[in-house]
């Protein structure tokens, strides 16, 4: 049996779970609380009571990708920076493969200056964290003497971010697009294909 609150949390994560797929295919821009409420066979009024604006959601969204994005570095502490990029390309990899999606940093990167205050500031966090991860990738990998590449950690983590967000926008007109530009970004790192 369940009691109110279980619903209630269960009606939480439905919405969240179909304004997640609705961002990555769309964009936050290319969808609206009707998109959401038909698909899910509620009333408006449903997602209001959750996220009375769409920027609350949008804020929820977000929030949730970090707590995702820090599990996901804390599981690979003890790897090898060539381990660790790897797993960063396999991110663009999963993306790609659930209906050529762009991830949400991609995404909140394109669409950074027509989202609202609350959500800029999340997403600015939430792309710095990404893009940082990748600088500490590229670093702990040249202190190891497993990278070698010209330039900083900085640039170089910079690069490497960059290019798989846009790569996997590349992809959803050219499929070569993924696989060409990891054996570029381990060309550049001093890496042999894995």
Request: proline letters at 3%.
């Amino acid at each position: 049996m369940h009691n109110g609150s279980d619903s209630k949390t269960d009606t939480r994560k439905r919405i969240l779970d179909l304004a997640e797929e609705l961002l990555l295919t769309r964009g936050f821009n290319g969808f609206s609380y009707q998109h959401i409420s038909s698909e899910l066979g509620v009333r408006n009024a449903a997602i209001h009571y959750h996220f009375p604006k769409k920027n609350d959601l949008g804020v929820a969204l977000i929030q949730r990708y970090r707590r995702r994005f820090q599990r996901f570095i804390e599981q690979q502490a003890d790897w090898s920076a060539a381990e660790q990029l790897e797993s960063y390309f396999g991110l663009s990899d999963q993306y790609y493969q659930q209906r050529k999606q762009i991830c949400p940093s991609g995404i909140f990167s394109t669409e950074f200056q027509t989202l609202p205050e609350d959500m800029r500031q999340e997403a600015a966090a939430f792309i710095d964290e990404m893009r940082q991860w990748a600088v500490a990738i590229v670093r702990r990998g040249r202190e190891a003497g497993a990278m070698r590449y010209a330039g900083t950690p900085e640039a170089a983590g910079m690069l490497l971010f960059a290019a798989l967000q846009g790569g996997l926008q590349l992809a959803r007109i050219d499929e070569n697009a993924l696989p060409l530009l990891k054996e570029q970004a381990r060309a550049m790192l001093g890496l042999k294909q894995i």
